[in-house]
């Protein structure tokens, strides 16, 4: 996990619409070592930079309230035009702290099915971690370089870090590999229904 320096000021008590028209982005940071959230701001510049820098579960420090705080990313709130945050929330942690969090799959070799006209197909996209943060992987890689037509991809192939709790079924699938035609038409065929839509979380609540 990195573990970067960001600066944050206390909050002006001017109105996030006025602080985000000055390219400010408000925020809050909660924890178990705060009694109340604290109201925080920081410039879109330094925002933008923290957002491309890190995943859900980097942690990160921030500067510049009364003492220096060691936090992760909780949610992100954005503008639905632009894309540019407007709203952060930072839950502070300490690094022995069990959380939870949402990690992405990476998917490696991809290039080797391509060549065989094959493609991954992907059943789970992220995957809910629990355990202390410092330990928890930023990502988690599924290696498909040496899989054939119809392989699958389960829970019980990937490299979990000792002492990480999977919030999952005990051997999940993550993806398969079809041929890249079969994929094409998976990807053209009618959309299903809402809650099929998207690849899922493993672990997030109904």
Same mark, same amino acid.
């Given at each position: ?7 944050? =000021?206390?909050?002006? !008590? ?10 400010? @982005?408000?925020?809050?940071?909660? !924890?178990? %070592? ?29 500067? !510049?309230?009364?003492?220096? @705080? ?23 942690? =300490?690094?022995?702290? @069990? ?72 051997? @999940? ?10 994929? %094409? ?10 809650? =099929? ?10």
């Amino acid at each position: 996990m990195s573990n970067t320096v960001y600066q944050v =000021s206390n909050r002006s !008590g001017v109105k996030a619409k006025k602080l985000r028209r000055d390219g400010i @982005v408000p925020g809050v940071v909660y !924890g178990r %070592e705060f009694k109340d959230s604290i109201p925080l701001e920081m410039s879109l510049s330094e925002a933008n930079k923290l957002l491309k820098e890190n995943t859900k579960t980097s942690i990160v420090k921030l500067e !510049g309230l009364e003492k220096a @705080v060691t936090a992760i990313v909780k949610e992100v709130q954005r503008n639905g035009a632009t894309f540019l945050p407007e709203h952060i929330d930072f839950q502070a942690i =300490s690094l022995r702290e @069990v959380i939870s969090v949402t990690v992405p799959l990476l998917i490696l070799g991809e290039e080797s099915l391509t060549h065989r006209r094959l493609q991954f197909q992907p059943n789970v996209q992220e995957l809910i971690l629990k355990g202390p943060a410092e330990d928890l992987p930023e990502k988690l890689e599924i290696d498909v370089t040496g899989l054939n037509f119809e392989d699958k991809v389960h829970l019980s192939a990937l490299s979990i870090p000792e002492g990480i709790e999977v919030e999952a079924e005990e051997d @999940v699938l993550l993806g398969v590999v079809l041929s890249a035609q079969m994929a %094409e038409v998976d990807e053209d065929a009618e959309e299903p229904a809402e809650d =099929s839509a998207e690849p899922k979380v493993i672990g997030e609540e109904e």
